[in-house]
């Protein structure tokens, strides 16, 4: 069954990003992070990641050497 949630570190090896990365980009609205309800950790939404995996991989910048790969968990 594929998780709906994600953790910040499992967001952070997908993007290639630094957990620190993540909570800026939080602060800022680029992603945003949702908050477990028994210990207030981020966490982050599957289609959010989509989104901006889709966002990333369209930008004309980007080096086309990068790669994203969405982790399926078992």
Not at 6 to 31: F, H, P, Y
Not at 42 to 62: A, C, L, S
Request: proline fraction near 4%; glycine fraction near 2%; charged fraction near 35%.
């Amino acid at each position: 069954m594929e998780q709906k949630y994600l953790t910040i570190k499992q967001v952070a090896t997908m993007l290639s990003v630094s957990t620190l990365t993540l909570r800026n980009w939080d602060k800022r609205g680029r992603l945003v992070a949702h908050r477990h309800p028994m210990n207030n950790y981020r966490v982050y939404r599957r289609e959010d990641i989509e989104k901006v995996v889709k966002q990333i991989e369209d930008d004309p910048r980007r080096p086309k050497k990068l790669k994203i790969n969405l982790i399926e968990e078992a």
